[in-house]
C-alpha cells in the first residue's frame, strides 16, 4: 500500500515556474514507477511524466517536454515536478501516481493516486 500526498499548486502568471511535490509512504516506495497526470475541467485524465523505480529513467508528454521536469528522492520517498514556462493551457489538477508497470503512460496501470493540487495559469 502506498499513500501519496501532493503540494505546491498555487495560482501564477504565464511565463512563471512552479513546483509540485508528492510525498509518499511505504517502505517500497523507491521500487514504484511514479508519474504525474493532470485533469482540466470537463477533460480526461492527461498523462504528463513518469519516473522509473531506481533506474530513474523519465519520459515526458510532447506537450510539456523541453518545459517540465520530474524528479525523485528515494531517501525522501518524495516526487517533484519542477515546471517552468507555464502556459494558461496547463491549468488543471495535478496529480501523483505510483504502479508497478514501468514507463507507462496509462492512468490504469497505476493503483494508488493523491489527492490532487491546483494549478492556474493567468495569461
Known amino acids: 500500500q502506498v499513500q501519496l500526498v501532493e503540494s505546491g499548486g498555487g495560482l501564477v502568471q504565464a511565463g512563471d515556474s512552479l513546483r509540485l511535490s508528492c510525498a509518499g509512504s511505504?517502505?517500497?516506495?523507491?521500487?514504484?514507477?511514479m508519474a504525474w497526470f493532470r485533469q482540466a475541467p470537463g477533460a480526461g485524465r492527461e498523462f504528463v511524466a513518469v519516473?522509473?523505480?531506481?533506474?530513474?529513467?523519465?519520459n515526458y508528454a510532447d506537450s510539456v517536454k523541453g518545459r517540465f521536469t520530474i524528479s525523485r528522492d528515494n531517501a525522501k520517498n518524495g516526487i517533484y515536478l519542477h515546471m517552468n514556462s507555464l502556459k494558461p493551457e496547463d491549468t488543471a489538477a495535478y496529480y501523483c501516481?505510483?504502479?508497478?508497470?514501468?514507463?507507462?503512460?496509462?492512468?490504469?496501470?497505476?493503483?494508488?493516486w493523491g489527492q490532487g493540487t491546483q494549478v492556474t495559469v493567468s495569461s
Open positions: 511505504g517502505r517500497t516506495f523507491s521500487s514504484y514507477t
Open positions: 501516481a505510483a504502479g508497478v508497470v514501468p514507463n507507462s503512460n496509462r492512468p490504469d496501470d497505476y493503483p494508488y
Open positions: 519516473i522509473i523505480g531506481n533506474t530513474f529513467k523519465t
